[in-house]
């Protein structure tokens, strides 16, 4: 093994280095991973490396400098290197190409055994096969504009008889059955996105919608269609008119007196709003029976979609008041292609799910690292295809993008897709079932993005509980798939004393983690608190929000509460630790609520109100 050819794996994420590093190992190679381009670098200054395969997306310097590095420096001028990345971009396969590499594949469309192939091939490995490889120019063809438009898109590092290949079994995309562990990290999913994207469509197929629902939007999209005509329609699928009926009555429609008219419900509705109504309790109906694998419960998922709806359907009222009714749809079904990848996948899409969770990285992040696609832009492609209502395709196939992301689709669609993804987080904070991903994430920086005040907020998640309870009824089989599944019950214990916090932020009515600490940590007005919650969104809120935090403690208790800072970024050197030494924790933001949980819980321990009280700065002291 030690005359073995080495292998440099450049890769900042474990679940596509550690499996690349596995299958090298296994084809007789030696190894070394690097999480980042530095530490890469680092390794080639004292070590010899025989190939490099390198990403192009690290944090700190990126890929393409680590080439340029790599081809500057004599001793590593002719070292191959092979971009495995998730970036299907030409300018960027022209740069690398230029600087000089051996192969250029997209991860999230290679054939695993095609990439071994081809560092085999290079090095000279004994044992390979020597099937065609896609060359730099079929890279920059499968990046072109309209790929996305293509009925088959390429397939980076596989022949053409592979690609065509429409009939492939649905275990070309299965995880490897010889994974140990559920900690793990899984093989990048053979077969490509294409192959993913078209059996969830099948899947979606079989599921279907009713004729009724057909006939419904055929009516919806005719100007010559009356009422009786649309509530005729209805009346033929009786299961559909119930949940029309049923919704009519909800917390949605909540003014006037109910109804058990049909008809009524409705023009209750209004027919404009009614395509987007029935498309979102219909799919939500036929989906209503699966769950996201065994690491959730039927019930647990419709209870946080439920949930989702309904708050997306109250915001709308102050961010899109003529699409209120595509908000709620959008919210109910905003998850279902998790459900999908759990049908096409099975328990392999729940050790996606648990890898996420045991990483701590949100869910939709580890999907695109693993299969190339997440469910939001998995479940868009498949109503797309199906011709569903752009409103709700467009709230959903966003709703999980960044900031910077979401600024560059249009005013209208950014609007629906920011308040999905507020009421997805507040949802999540409010303990509201659970979709498969647990993570929560910040909604001040949105609410402020689309002109929603803490009133806003606060109306939209008033008396929300007993309308989440009633749809989630008829959303979900009662008592349907709980073996096995993960409940959404941190914090829930009745048998544990829950601890008291304070929350100090800018807009903490706007803030999705002041919801989740008051629920997990409630302060009763004849109760002590015991530890103080601070969220500074930058940097520059550090030192204001400490000392508004100073005031609320000595408001509250007269004395310095052990304080947990959440920040997205490194606060430890804006804090000078002198007044706060005992009594100061990091979390970073995202994070999971069960860590949220725990670190309030640690820190109440620590919180004595007799005997070890901390000193209590003067307001104004610097921290």
């Given at each position: 093994?030690?005359?073995?050819p080495?292998?440099?794996i450049i890769e900042?994420?474990?679940?596509?280095?550690?499996?690349?590093?596995?299958?090298l190992?296994?084809?007789?190679?030696?190894v070394?991973?690097?999480?980042?381009?530095?530490?890469?670098?680092?390794?080639?200054r004292?070590?010899?490396?025989?190939?490099?395969?390198?990403?192009?997306?690290l944090?700190?310097?990126?890929?393409?400098e680590?080439?340029r590095?790599?081809?500057a420096w004599?001793p590593?001028?002719?070292?191959?290197v092979?971009?495995?990345?998730?970036?299907?971009?030409?300018?960027?396969?022209?740069?690398?190409?230029?600087?000089?590499?051996q192969?250029?594949?997209?991860?999230?469309e290679?054939?695993?055994?095609?990439?071994v192939e081809r560092?085999g091939?290079?090095?000279?490995?004994?044992?390979?096969?020597?099937?065609?490889?896609?060359?730099i120019?079929?890279?920059?063809?499968?990046a072109?504009?309209?790929?996305a438009?293509?009925d088959?898109?390429?397939?980076i590092g596989?022949?053409?008889?592979?690609?065509?290949?429409?009939?492939?079994?649905?275990?070309?995309?299965?995880?490897?059955?010889?994974?140990?562990?559920?900690?793990?990290?899984?093989r990048?999913?053979?077969?490509?996105?294409?192959r993913?994207?078209?059996?969830?469509?099948?899947q979606?197929?079989?599921?279907g919608?009713?004729?009724a629902?057909a006939?419904?939007?055929?009516?919806?999209d005719?100007?010559?269609?009356?009422?009786?005509d649309?509530?005729?329609?209805?009346?033929?699928d009786?299961?559909?008119?119930?949940?029309v009926?049923?919704?009519?009555?909800?917390?949605?429609?909540?003014t006037g007196?109910?109804?058990?008219?049909?008809?009524?419900?409705?023009?209750?509705?209004?027919?404009r709003?009614?395509?987007?109504?029935?498309?979102?309790?219909?799919?939500?109906?036929?989906?209503?029976?699966?769950?996201?694998?065994?690491?959730?419960s039927?019930?647990?998922?419709?209870?946080?979609?439920?949930?989702?709806?309904l708050?997306?359907?109250?915001?709308?009222k102050?961010?899109?008041?003529?699409h209120a009714?595509?908000?709620?749809?959008?919210g109910l079904?905003?998850?279902?292609?998790?459900?999908?990848f759990a049908?096409?996948?099975?328990?392999?899409?729940?050790k996606?799910?648990d890898?996420?969770?045991s990483?701590?990285?949100?869910?939709e992040?580890?999907e695109r690292?693993?299969m190339?696609?997440?469910?939001?832009?998995?479940l868009?492609?498949?109503?797309?295809h199906?011709?569903?209502?752009?409103?709700i395709?467009?709230?959903?196939a966003?709703?999980?993008?960044?900031?910077?992301?979401?600024?560059?689709?249009?005013?209208?669609?950014?609007?629906?897709?920011?308040t999905?993804?507020?009421?997805?987080?507040?949802?999540?904070?409010?303990?509201?079932?659970?979709s498969?991903?647990?993570?929560?994430?910040?909604?001040a920086?949105?609410?402020?993005?689309?002109?929603?005040?803490?009133?806003?907020?606060?109306?939209?998640?008033?008396?929300?509980?007993?309308?989440?309870?009633?749809?989630?009824?008829?959303l979900?089989?009662?008592?349907?798939?709980?073996?096995?599944?993960r409940?959404?019950?941190?914090?829930?214990?009745?048998?544990a004393?829950?601890?008291?916090?304070?929350?100090v932020?800018r807009d903490?009515?706007?803030?999705?983690?002041s919801?989740?600490v008051?629920?997990?940590?409630p302060?009763?007005?004849?109760a002590?608190p015991q530890?103080?919650v601070?969220?500074?969104?930058?940097?520059?809120?550090v030192?204001?929000?400490?000392?508004?935090a100073?005031?609320?403690c000595?408001?509250?208790s007269?004395?310095?509460l052990?304080?947990?800072?959440?920040?997205?970024?490194?606060?430890?050197?804006l804090?000078?630790?002198?007044k706060?030494?005992?009594?100061?924790?990091?979390?970073?933001?995202?994070?999971?609520?069960?860590?949220?949980?725990?670190?309030?819980?640690?820190?109440?321990?620590?919180?004595?109100?007799?005997?070890?009280?901390?000193?209590?700065?003067?307001?104004g002291?610097?921290?």
């Amino acid at each position: 093994m030690s005359d073995s050819p080495v292998v440099l794996i450049i890769e900042d994420m474990s679940v596509i280095r550690e499996p690349l590093g596995i299958c090298l190992q296994e084809a007789g190679m030696r190894v070394h991973l690097a999480p980042d381009g530095e530490s890469g670098l680092d390794f080639l200054r004292t070590s010899r490396a025989d190939l490099v395969l390198l990403d192009l997306g690290l944090p700190g310097v990126q890929g393409v400098e680590v080439l340029r590095r790599i081809r500057a420096w004599p001793p590593t001028r002719d070292l191959p290197v092979i971009v495995v990345s998730v970036y299907a971009n030409i300018a960027l396969v022209r740069k690398a190409a230029e600087l000089g590499i051996q192969g250029y594949f997209v991860k999230t469309e290679f054939a695993l055994e095609r990439l071994v192939e081809r560092v085999g091939q290079i090095l000279g490995v004994q044992g390979q096969s020597q099937g065609i490889v896609a060359t730099i120019g079929d890279a920059a063809e499968a990046a072109a504009p309209d790929r996305a438009h293509r009925d088959k898109q390429l397939s980076i590092g596989s022949t053409s008889e592979a690609d065509s290949d429409a009939d492939a079994p649905a275990q070309a995309l299965q995880l490897p059955t010889t994974l140990e562990s559920s900690g793990t990290p899984p093989r990048p999913l053979a077969g490509g996105r294409a192959r993913l994207l078209q059996l969830m469509d099948e899947q979606f197929e079989r599921r279907g919608a009713s004729p009724a629902m057909a006939r419904v939007l055929e009516l919806l999209d005719s100007p010559k269609s009356t009422l009786d005509d649309i509530t005729h329609a209805l009346a033929q699928d009786p299961d559909l008119a119930l949940r029309v009926l049923r919704l009519a009555n909800s917390a949605a429609y909540a003014t006037g007196e109910q109804t058990d008219s049909l008809k009524l419900a409705v023009s209750k509705i209004g027919t404009r709003g009614l395509r987007d109504t029935v498309v979102g309790i219909e799919l939500a109906a036929r989906f209503g029976d699966c769950a996201a694998g065994s690491a959730v419960s039927s019930r647990s998922f419709w209870e946080h979609s439920a949930a989702c709806g309904l708050i997306a359907a109250q915001l709308a009222k102050s961010t899109a008041p003529d699409h209120a009714e595509a908000l709620l749809s959008a919210g109910l079904i905003h998850d279902l292609g998790r459900l999908l990848f759990a049908e096409v996948l099975g328990e392999r899409y729940s050790k996606i799910v648990d890898i996420a969770r045991s990483a701590r990285e949100p869910l939709e992040i580890v999907e695109r690292k693993v299969m190339g696609i997440d469910h939001a832009e998995a479940l868009a492609s498949v109503l797309r295809h199906w011709r569903m209502p752009r409103s709700i395709v467009s709230a959903i196939a966003a709703h999980h993008l960044g900031r910077d992301a979401v600024a560059t689709i249009s005013p209208a669609d950014r609007r629906l897709s920011i308040t999905l993804a507020i009421a997805d987080r507040l949802a999540n904070a409010l303990g509201h079932g659970s979709s498969g991903d647990d993570m929560l994430e910040t909604t001040a920086a949105e609410c402020r993005m689309l002109g929603l005040n803490g009133e806003a907020v606060t109306a939209a998640l008033s008396n929300l509980a007993p309308y989440v309870t009633e749809l989630t009824s008829w959303l979900s089989v009662p008592g349907g798939s709980h073996s096995g599944a993960r409940e959404t019950d941190v914090g829930k214990d009745s048998t544990a004393m829950s601890p008291n916090a304070l929350y100090v932020s800018r807009d903490a009515a706007c803030d999705a983690y002041s919801y989740a600490v008051h629920r997990l940590a409630p302060t009763p007005r004849t109760a002590a608190p015991q530890v103080v919650v601070v969220h500074p969104e930058t940097g520059k809120d550090v030192g204001e929000l400490m000392d508004r935090a100073i005031q609320v403690c000595h408001h509250a208790s007269g004395r310095l509460l052990p304080m947990l800072l959440i920040t997205s970024f490194d606060a430890s050197k804006l804090v000078g630790r002198s007044k706060w030494e005992a009594g100061i924790r990091f979390l970073r933001a995202p994070m999971l609520v069960e860590c949220l949980d725990r670190e309030i819980r640690s820190l109440a321990e620590c919180s004595s109100p007799a005997g070890g009280q901390l000193p209590l700065p003067r307001l104004g002291d610097a921290i």
